[in-house]
């Protein structure tokens, strides 16, 4: 249920798209709201099931990421949890993905002391677009 609310706070009536489902738009979710639109637009163009969505979003970030292996985490967060941290985002005019990237990564060297900090540093990000505040 709370994914619900959540998705359906992401997705203002006038942004929803009646011939997609629920689950189209939670693919999209924890993207900018312009992706959002653009993938949502794809979707319904094409005819694309939640899968064949899915495909193409998994697809479109294999692409986009350097030749460094990445890796898919998942992370469980209450519905308001989900919501400040897009705010958050927001508001370092960040991307959700980006944004948690760079504090999960300034907690990690919080906790393991700077000497790990620095080698982190001089190790570039698989994401050239992430970049420290």
């Not at 992370?75 to 005019?93: L, P």
């Amino acid at each position: 249920m709370r994914n619900y609310a959540w998705i359906a706070r992401k997705f203002p009536p006038s942004r929803r798209r009646d011939g997609l489902s629920l689950q189209h738009h939670a693919e999209v979710a924890a993207l900018p709201a312009p992706a959002q639109d653009h993938w949502l637009s794809l979707a319904e163009a094409h005819g694309w099931s939640r899968n064949e969505l899915r495909r193409h979003l998994r697809a479109a970030r294999t692409e986009s990421q350097d030749a460094g292996a990445t890796e898919d985490v998942q992370v469980t967060a209450s519905a308001e949890q989900c919501d400040r941290w897009e705010k958050a985002a927001q508001h370092m005019e960040s991307d959700l993905n980006d944004w948690m990237i760079r504090k999960v990564d300034e907690a990690a060297a919080t906790a393991l002391g700077p000497e790990i900090a620095d080698d982190a540093a001089r190790s570039p990000h698989p994401d050239s677009s992430v970049a420290s505040e």
